[in-house]
T-cell receptor, first 115, second 114 residues
Framework: GNSVTQMEGPVTLSEEAFLTINCTYT??????LFWYVQYPGEGLQLLLK?????DKGSNKGFEATYRKETTSFHLEKGSVQVSDSAVYFC??????????????FGKGTLLTVNP | EAQVTQNPRYLITVTGKKLTVTCSQN?????MSWYRQDPGLGLRQIYY???????DKGDVPEGYKVSRKEKRNFPLILESPSPNQTSLYFC?????????????FGPGTRLLVL
């Protein structure tokens, strides 16, 4: 079955530091890959996505590249802000035969950015 | 405003007392689903619906029921809640189910079963 493994937190950084959150996946078909973000007390919202190999998703200064050869989709940001403090989830969806119609999530990584 | 709404946002109840968590979307989405979020486990799918009157089990359906009588609504029913159903619940929807489709999530319902 499908699975997502992401770097477990918590991760604590100072403002303007570089961020990497690692994510690797296992999938039987040709998945699409997502990063969702959950701010305190809120639901999940899409941060970025990539639907095929070598695609780069980007949004709000975050980016991630779909690497089929390493089955990875690492999230990066060059300079984090206090407002980036949240829980980040890597996820995949795979609508090729036999899969449940769902997102498969990693366990989430709590990021705290200090001023 | 396009959104997914859930009610209630917070609920404390006792074992065995039937409850319903409502979910509604105003985006004319065909696909809807329910997830629960537990510490260290991430989000796990409970049930999903591909369209009106079409529902199916996700990974953790035990103890839950759903219905999809209208396109916009997808209530989650706990007929006899137990403490192990204490969790944070999210409803999600999308236009259809395709691999790259973005899911839109509700704000969550935090449930405590005593």
């Amino acid at each position: 079955g499908n699975s997502v493994t992401q770097m477990e937190g918590p991760v604590t950084l100072s403002e303007e530091a570089f961020l990497t959150i690692n994510c690797t996946y296992t999938a039987t078909g040709y998945p699409s890959l997502f990063w969702y973000v959950q701010y305190p007390g809120e639901g999940l919202q899409l941060l970025l996505k990539a639907t095929k190999a070598d695609d780069k998703g980007s949004n709000k200064g975050f980016e991630a590249t779909y690497r089929k050869e390493t089955t990875s989709f690492h999230l990066e940001k060059g300079s984090v802000q206090v407002s980036d403090s949240a829980v980040y989830f890597c996820a995949l969806s795979d609508s090729s035969g036999g899969s449940n119609y769902k997102l498969t999530f990693g366990k989430g990584t709590l990021l705290t950015v200090n001023p | 405003e396009a959104q997914v709404t859930q009610n209630p946002r917070y609920l404390i109840t006792v074992t065995g007392k039937k409850l319903t968590v409502t979910c509604s979307q105003n985006m004319n989405h065909e696909y809807m689903s329910w997830y629960r979020q537990d510490p260290g486990l991430g989000l796990r799918q409970i049930y999903y619906s591909m369209n009106v009157e079409v529902t199916d089990k996700g990974d953790v359906p035990e103890g839950y029921k759903v219905s999809r009588k209208e396109k916009r609504n997808f209530p989650l029913i706990l007929e006899s809640p137990s403490p192990n159903q204490t969790s944070l619940y999210f409803c999600a929807s999308s236009f259809s189910w395709t691999s790259g489709e973005t899911q839109y999530f509700g704000p969550g319902t935090r449930l405590l079963v005593l």
